[in-house]
């Protein structure tokens, strides 16, 4: 099979792509020809060549609208990279194109829908949406596709039929979790205490940073649990400086492999980004999710409603987070009755393997055999 992924800037773009790429590397060895679009100046320029994969670098940037001026620079780097796209299609003759999110998707699927205009190809086209809310490069793109594939139940109402809930395919490592003895050996918690997994990302999360710092100075971590704390590169020395000794638990700067962490959690204080919801639905773990606040069209906060919509979730602004309201949700979240709900409420979104479902639905889409 030849089949191109595009996608980038953001892991929430990028990771679920290499998932489904691995999944078909793994089941196809030498037949399976996969490769990338992405641009040369963003994360996929450095995941994409990581992972084992071709990157073809186009010119793309963000759909701006705000002025006239902003307006034509835009539309003259799309245009350059439709072309760029073009000569990609021609040469690869794809038989699928799945776009996982970022403006570097828009020439590619606005080409590979050109050639087919023009019958000159019959490239399948596919979009991953992850989040809740899509964003302008999704929305736009969306009559132009063959299937949307996203995380929830309810897709976009934008989508139409052309939505299917698939479930988001996360990282490999993620997949089977190791036994929870285990993980908390390895990280150095205490086997009979609960697990508070705070995490804001590589670079961390100041605000929910200090509303944990300040919930665990004042005593506002219930009896009973720890904090596995993974504070970000950047705010490390600044939270372990005002945490001194053992006093909150285990302090990180960050895991490449989040597995061992997400085996011991059984709470997560987190971000809302669509790599987030992703692993949290697909490990069934509760959470406290804080939006973060200057995500593009505010997404995260779409994200984080609808899982609280459904019980599956307790989502908090990020103006609003502080020690004393993180403690209060942490009195409450943490007893076993309010945990258990959570769990059962979650459980509803997860679907039982999204990689297998999306390359059922490559299958489908290409011929290689009928839709399910």
Not at 42 to 50: K, Y
Not at 208 to 213: E, P
Not at 332 to 361: G, H, M, S
Request: proline share 7%.
């Amino acid at each position: 099979m030849r089949i191109l992924f595009a996608g980038g800037g953001t892991g929430g773009h990028l990771y679920p792509a290499i998932a489904i790429a691995d999944a078909l590397r793994e089941r196809d060895g030498s037949a399976a020809r996969i490769s990338f679009v992405g641009t040369a100046d963003r994360l996929e320029a450095r995941l994409v060549p990581q992972a084992g994969y071709h990157l073809h670098r186009i010119t793309a940037q963000p759909l701006r609208r705000e002025q006239l001026f902003a307006l034509l620079g835009t539309s003259i780097a799309n245009g350059w990279g439709v072309l760029q796209a073009l000569g990609v299609l021609l040469r690869e003759r794809p038989e699928m194109i799945v776009a996982t999110g970022g403006y570097v998707c828009f020439p590619l699927v606005v080409a590979a829908r050109g050639l087919r205009a023009l019958a000159l190809s019959r490239t399948k086209i596919a979009l991953l949406e992850p989040n809740a809310h899509p964003g302008l490069t999704n929305r736009l793109l969306a009559p132009f596709v063959d299937e949307v594939w996203g995380a929830l139940p309810q897709g976009d109402p934008r989508f139409g039929s052309r939505y299917l809930c698939t479930g988001v395919p996360i990282r490999a490592a993620l997949r089977a979790l190791p036994p929870r003895a285990e993980a908390i050996e390895r990280l150095g918690l205490d086997p009979q205490r609960r697990t508070l997994l705070a995490m804001g990302g590589s670079q961390g999360a100041r605000s929910l940073n200090d509303a944990l710092v300040g919930a665990i100075v004042e005593g506002g971590l219930p009896a009973g649990w720890q904090v596995l704390h993974l504070t970000g590169e950047r705010e490390y020395e600044r939270v372990r400086s005002r945490l001194p000794g053992t006093q909150g638990g285990g302090i990180r700067p960050y895991l490449d492999d989040p597995a061992d962490a997400f085996a011991a959690a059984d709470l997560v204080l987190a971000r809302a980004g669509a790599s987030t919801l992703a692993e949290l639905i697909a490990l069934g773990l509760p959470a406290i999710l804080v939006p973060y606040p200057h995500a593009a069209e505010d997404h995260q906060s779409a994200n984080a409603r609808a899982l609280e919509e459904a019980g599956a979730a307790v989502a908090i602004a990020d103006e609003r987070l502080d020690a004393e309201s993180l403690g209060a949700l942490l009195a409450k979240l943490c007893e076993p009755a309010a945990l258990a709900q959570l769990r059962a409420a979650i459980a509803t979104f997860r679907t039982p393997d999204p990689t297998a479902v999306i390359l059922a639905r490559i299958a489908a889409l290409v011929g290689r055999n009928t839709p399910t």
